[in-house]
T-cell receptor, first 114, second 113 residues
Framework: AQTVTQSQPEMSVQEAETVTLSCTYDTSESDYYLFWYKQPPSRQMILVIRQEAYKQQNATENRFSVNFQKAAKSFSLKISDSQLGDAAMYFCAYTGNAGNMLTFGGGTRLMVKP | DGGITQSPKYLFRKEGQNVTLSCEQNLNHDAMYWYRQDPGQGLRLIYYSQIVNDFQKGDIAEGYSVSREKKESFPLTVTSAQKNPTAFYLC????????????FGDGTRLSIL
C-alpha cells in the first residue's frame, strides 16, 4: 500500500519570505501523480499544484513550485513571497496510474507572521 | 456555477440514530468520494464510486453506507454501528483519469448529542 508522510506538523514563515514544506511517499509503481492541496480555516480543500511522475521538470504555479525527486520519493512544496492568505493546512497526496484513489499525508499547518 | 454541494453544514446525531449526509455535484464528474477528517489529521477515504450503481469501500468503511443511484448524487449514511462519528466529512468528485484532481465540497461537521 502506498503511504504519504509529512514530517512537519507545523511550520511558520515571515510574510514575503520563502518556505518549503516536505513530503515523502512510498510506492512500487513507476507511473503516478502527486498533488498538494491547501485547506484554509474555511475547511475547503483547494488544489495548489500537481506533478506527473514521468515529467522531469518540476511543476510551477505562480508563487508555488515543487521539488520532485523521484529516486528519493520526495515531493516538497516551495512557497515564495509568502502572503497572509497562505496560512492554512497543506496536504500532500498521491495517486497511482489507475488514478481512482488519493492517499493523503497527515498535513502541515503553515502560519504566516506579518 | 458548477460545483459540489454538501448539506447540511452542521449535523447532530443522537445515540443509536442513523443520519445521512448529502453530496450533489453538477460538474458531470463520473467519480465521487467520501472522506473523514479528524481534528489536526489528514483525510481518510470512506467510500468511492466511479459509476452509477457501483461503489467500493475505502480504508474506514465500517459503520458507513453509501448509494449511487444518480451520477450527480452520492449520499453517505452514518449508521449507529459507527461508534465515534464525530468528525468533519468531505465529499469530492473528479473526472476519471489519474491526472485529474479531485474537487471538494465545503464539508459537513457531524457531532454527537
Amino acid at each position: 500500500a502506498q503511504t504519504v508522510t509529512q514530517s512537519q506538523p507545523e511550520m511558520s514563515v515571515q510574510e514575503a519570505e520563502t518556505v518549503t514544506l516536505s513530503c515523502t511517499y512510498d510506492t512500487s509503481e513507476s507511473d503516478y501523480y502527486l498533488f498538494w492541496y491547501k485547506q484554509p480555516p474555511s475547511r475547503q480543500m483547494i488544489l495548489v499544484i500537481r506533478q506527473e511522475a514521468y515529467k522531469q521538470q518540476n511543476a510551477t504555479e505562480n508563487r508555488f513550485s515543487v521539488n520532485f525527486q523521484k529516486a528519493a520519493k520526495s515531493f516538497s512544496l516551495k512557497i515564495s513571497d509568502s502572503q497572509l492568505g497562505d496560512a492554512a493546512m497543506y496536504f500532500c497526496a498521491y495517486t497511482g496510474n489507475a488514478g481512482n484513489m488519493l492517499t493523503f499525508g497527515g498535513g502541515t499547518r503553515l502560519m504566516v507572521k506579518p | 456555477d458548477g460545483g459540489i454541494t454538501q448539506s447540511p453544514k452542521y449535523l447532530f446525531r443522537k445515540e443509536g440514530q442513523n443520519v445521512t449526509l448529502s453530496c450533489e455535484q453538477n460538474l458531470n464528474h463520473d467519480a465521487m468520494y467520501w472522506y473523514r477528517q479528524d481534528p489536526g489529521q489528514g483525510l481518510r477515504l470512506i467510500y468511492y464510486s466511479q459509476i452509477v450503481n457501483d461503489f467500493q469501500k475505502g480504508d474506514i468503511a465500517e459503520g458507513y453506507s453509501v448509494s449511487r443511484e444518480k451520477k450527480e448524487s452520492f449520499p453517505l449514511t452514518v449508521t449507529s454501528a459507527q461508534k465515534n462519528p464525530t468528525a468533519f466529512y468531505l465529499c469530492a468528485s473528479k473526472v476519471i483519469g489519474p491526472r485529474q484532481p479531485q474537487h471538494f465540497g465545503d464539508g459537513t461537521r457531524l457531532s454527537i448529542l
